[in-house]
């Protein structure tokens, strides 16, 4: 087994190389710190990495694992360039004509193996009611046992890669460490574009300081235990999976995908599962939004953090160009945010995250030129489709498909095929790209201590009832506007598509604890926080519909007039500012929306009864959707916070009077 930081020892003898690994120090973690450099004797069950330095830890994983080789990444330029020659010799990256698309790279996926598994998705807390039931539990110990078995000689014949990594900028306030090992070379280039890998991170996880534990296997061993060899392939995994996040030890186990959030361990499963049972512990909040700064016409700045469920419009809001006359947008993160109060009681937050894993379907020059922008070169595509003179296509970047593709499963391709329903693009298909590239990232995007949140937004993809925005009465009722989001599925996740179902936060799939406990928690967040200063809660829908199923409202670029207004009754409330001749909002059941005028709608083809239809607020369905939350409400049974069911008599009550109708 050789082990080494320097991706040319493999090729070129570097004898003083070689041995780079991190020098072997207690971890500040542990409790019971392992003498330096000693191996665990034996490993009963699977090896955690509590007590253990980083490279001890390393170690019992290969034990169990058995790769070939095992290599330390530390991120530099080499280190890129060498994974991306491997994986052009196995076929898995194909390269892109360097005029058209420099630096860039297509992948494509195993059919089976295309999006986030959420049946296999696990949260192994000590006691099924800390998962609580919008989670798979699993008992820790018997979970153990099972993966233990899957992982046993999970890595014969392949490279083990090992990732340490920083989410959110280096040695910042809100940071946290982690190591990836994975046997996929793709998702440890990925992570080398996803999270920050440098020497200066792979300096502190050798010197002890805490990391989260993160192993990943595609569950496709090259050699099988009887020593016969099978040939790779350019996508390997395994039809059984396993997405295992512990929060206690904070740990993740993932297992026989190489797919976006089931294979990029820093994203979903550490900084949304294990972080956000962290955040609990640690007063703060780990959440799946967007942050962006929105500067009026006047300089004034304001940030705001929003959350939508997966594919329902975070990175086109957090790329947004406004197309009204002196606002400004700027991009800070795309999909997830840390928040924490500080010191004056104001909530700070951070991305993150170093890179866009983003949607490609849709994303075209009318609808996210930034976007865009952002992709013209360094860019691991997965999933789209190839044109003939070797550049990416996918639905929705031109109005026209091309006369010939190649499409995401390596078929020849003609739009007659896109007419008989067969898209060139999987519609989960994805771009990697660092953050950095983008053209509207703020200058100061990884400021360590994290921007003041003014403004914070739950949405979804809602036909109907939904209002395109409503503004939450108070901090209670924003927080019972994020517990009972719902949200039409999307292709981000295995099931049926279109069908609605309750996403409470945008945070269905990602939490790490009991959804009834992280509505307290968001509660408790909430007592902390100044009242002069505390985030507005807005509500918003982009997708409701007319009767003959188009979209009532334009959306993208043309969202900014919504922002627009949040950003307006945010300023109002800070400046005692109301003008009661012109309000700027009204009450209705729901929340407040735009008062007569205040929507700046100028210049929009909106058809006639348009607004109308988008702020139409029906009382009888929204007390169908009220029985809907009793429903949901008692699934959680005693957890939900009493707070939450008086917002729901609230709102009832609100229904039945007559002058908000
Ligand atoms: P994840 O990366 O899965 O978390 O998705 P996301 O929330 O970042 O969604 P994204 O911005 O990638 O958008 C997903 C899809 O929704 C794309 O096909 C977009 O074109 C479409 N979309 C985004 N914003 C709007 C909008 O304002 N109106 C309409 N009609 N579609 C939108
Ligand atoms: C999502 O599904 O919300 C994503 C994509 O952002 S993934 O990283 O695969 O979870
Ligand atoms: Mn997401």
Redo the contacts with the bound molecule.
């Keep these: 087994m050789t082990l080494t930081a320097d991706p040319r020892s493999r090729t070129t003898a570097n004898p003083r190389r070689t041995r780079n690994l991190p020098a072997d120090r207690p971890s500040s973690g542990g409790t019971t710190p392992a003498p330096a450099g000693r191996r665990p004797a034996g490993t009963p069950t699977l090896p955690a990495a509590a007590g253990l330095t980083a490279t001890a830890w390393v170690e019992a994983v290969a034990e169990l694992t058995r790769p070939d080789d095992v290599v330390w990444v530390d991120g530099t330029d080499a280190w890129r360039r060498t994974l991306i020659e491997t994986m052009v010799t196995t076929g898995t990256l194909i390269p892109l004509d360097p005029e058209l698309r420099p630096g860039s790279y297509l992948a494509r996926s195993a059919p089976s193996d295309v999006a986030r598994v959420e049946s296999r998705t696990f949260i192994c807390s000590e006691r099924e009611d800390g998962a609580g039931p919008t989670n798979n539990w699993r008992e820790p110990a018997v979970m153990r046992a099972e993966l233990r078995g899957a992982f046993d000689g999970s890595m014969r014949g392949r490279t083990m890669y090992v990732v340490p990594f920083s989410m959110g900028p280096v040695g910042g306030a809100l940071s946290k460490l982690g190591v990836q090992v994975t046997d996929s070379p793709y998702a440890a280039l990925s992570m080398l574009t996803m999270t920050r890998v440098s020497p200066e991170v792979l300096r502190r996880v050798a010197a002890g300081e805490d990391f989260v534990p993160c192993v990943h296997s595609v569950g496709a061993p090259l050699v099988a235990a009887d020593g016969t060899r099978t040939d790779d392939v350019p996508w390997p995994c395994n039809d059984l999976k396993y997405i295992v996040q512990f929060p206690q030890s904070r740990e993740i186990w993932s297992y026989g995908s190489g797919y976006g959030g089931n294979a990029l361990l820093g994203k979903k499963c550490f900084a949304l599962r294990i972080a956000s049972a962290m955040a609990r512990d640690e007063g703060w909040l780990a959440e799946?939004m967007?942050l962006i700064r929105v500067t009026t016409p006047e300089g004034r700045p304001f940030h705001v953090a929003a959350a939508?469920?997966?594919?329902?419009?975070?990175?086109?809001?957090?790329m947004l160009q406004p197309t009204l006359p002196g606002w400004k947008v700027e991009t800070l993160g795309?999909?997830i945010v840390w928040m924490k109060p500080d010191a004056d009681g104001r909530l700070r937050a951070i991305n993150p995250e170093a890179g866009f894993?983003?949607?490609a379907?849709?994303?075209g020059a009318s609808?996210?030129p930034v976007a865009v922008e952002t992709l013209r070169k360094n860019v691991i595509f997965t999933n789209v489709a190839l044109t003939d003179d070797g550049d990416v296509w996918w639905e929705?970047l031109t109005p026209e498909a091309p006369d010939h593709l190649v499409d995401w499963q390596g078929n020849d391709w003609t739009p007659a095929d896109g007419a008989a329903g067969r898209p060139a693009a999987h519609p989960?298909s994805?771009f990697t790209v660092a953050a950095a590239q983008c053209p509207t990232i703020a200058d100061d995007w990884e400021t360590p201590d994290g921007v003041p949140v003014d403004a914070i937004v739950f949405g979804g993809?809602r036909a109907t009832n939904v209002p395109l925005v409503a503004q939450a009465y108070s901090w209670a009722h924003g927080v019972f506007l994020g517990a009972t989001v719902s949200s039409e599925r999307?292709a981000?996740a295995e099931g049926k598509v279109g069908e609605l179902r309750r996403d409470p936060f945008a945070m269905l799939p990602f939490a790490g604890y009991n959804m009834a406990d992280h509505w307290a928690h968001w509660l408790s967040v909430g007592d902390v926080l100044a009242p002069e200063t505390r985030p507005q809660v807005f509500q918003v829908n982009?997708?409701r519909r007319a009767a003959d199923g188009s979209?009532l409202?334009?959306?993208?670029g043309?969202?900014a007039r919504v922002l627009a207004w949040m950003v307006r009754q945010v300023e109002q409330r800070r400046s005692g500012g109301h003008d009661p001749a012109h309000p700027s909002a009204r009450p209705t059941a729901v929340g407040l929306v735009p008062g007569d005028g205040a929507l700046d709608v100028d210049g929009l083809d909106l058809a006639d009864d348009a607004l109308d239809e988008l702020f139409a607020v029906d009382p009888a369905r929204w007390k169908a959707e009220c029985d809907l939350t009793d429903e949901f409400f008692a699934t959680f049974g005693e957890r939900v916070p009493a707070v939450l069911r008086d917002q729901l008599r609230h709102l009832r009550d609100r229904l039945d009077d007559e002058r908000l109708s």
Aim: hydrophobic content about 35%; some cysteine.
């Design positions: 799946h967007l939508f469920p997966s594919a329902c419009g975070k990175t086109n809001l957090a795309d999909d894993f983003g949607v379907p849709g994303t609808t996210n929705g989960n994805r993809r999307t981000a982009w997708f979209f409202w334009p959306g993208f043309e969202n």
